[in-house]
């Protein structure tokens, strides 16, 4: 059973960058597409972007400034590095791996606020 | 972009009850179109993939019609593990709509 857990820290400072971690287990990070989501309180789901296991990225136009998702395959992790946060980033954010074009196993979320 | 839109954003019903969601594309995404599930401080659940196919594991009560622009989502039997938030998602920049909230009535 595929499993994916986020980390990092939940609370970010104003104009400082975002960084979470997420892990995979129990299946290869090899082939698939592996994504961040976030959903902000009441709403529903946000796309961010996703990165293959060979680097190919792809990002949210509306994140694309801010937004970098790597790989590290000997680690079976993936990450994401949100620059110049505002509260507006304030959110749960998810790491999901993509099965076509739809979202099959999810991390149990971690919430991150932004403040000062 | 391309929204999504779904009615009712909250739904109140009985177990037993047949319930029906709706999600509207603001322009034709063919059949690809997928359901989930959300219950309080977990993640969304996949249900349903290209409008109508079924996740492995996933109950049979659950079941995913339309195309174009117009889909439905079916529960035939409401139970009581059904009461959660119901979101639709489409393919082609992955938006979600803004969720449907079955409540117990």
């Known amino acids: 059973q595929v499993q994916l857990q986020e980390s990092g820290p939940g609370l970010v400072k104003p104009s400082e960058t975002l960084s979470l971690k997420c892990t995979v287990s129990?299946?290869?990070?090899?082939?698939?597409?592996w994504s961040w989501i976030r959903q902000s309180p009441g709403k529903g789901p946000e796309w961010l972007g996703y990165?293959?296991?060979?680097?190919?990225?792809k990002y949210s136009p509306s994140l694309k400034s801010r937004l970098t998702i790597s790989v590290d395959t000997s680690k079976s992790q993936f990450s994401l590095k949100l620059t110049s946060v505002t509260a507006a980033d304030t959110a749960v954010y998810y790491c999901?791996?993509?099965?076509?074009?739809?979202?099959?196993?999810w991390g149990q979320g971690t919430l991150v606020t932004v403040s000062s | 972009d391309i929204q999504m839109t779904q009615s009712p954003s909250t739904l109140s019903a009985s177990v037993g009850d047949r319930v029906k969601i709706t999600c509207r594309a603001s322009?034709?995404?063919?059949?690809?179109l997928a359901w989930y599930q959300q219950k309080p401080g977990k993640a969304p659940k996949l249900l349903i993939y290209?409008?109508?196919r079924l996740e492995s594991g996933v109950p049979s009560r659950f079941s995913g019609s339309g195309s174009g622009t117009e889909f439905t989502l079916t529960i035939s039997s409401l139970q009581p593990d059904d009461f959660a938030t119901y979101y639709c998602?489409?393919?082609?920049?992955?938006?979600f709509g803004q969720g449907t909230k079955v409540e117990i009535k």
């Open positions: 290209q409008a109508s």
């Open positions: 999901a791996r993509q099965r076509a074009y739809v979202f099959d196993y």
């Open positions: 129990g299946g290869s990070i090899n082939t698939y597409y």
């Open positions: 322009q034709n995404i063919n059949y690809w």
């Open positions: 990165i293959y296991d060979d680097g190919r990225t």
């Open positions: 998602q489409q393919y082609d920049s992955y938006s």
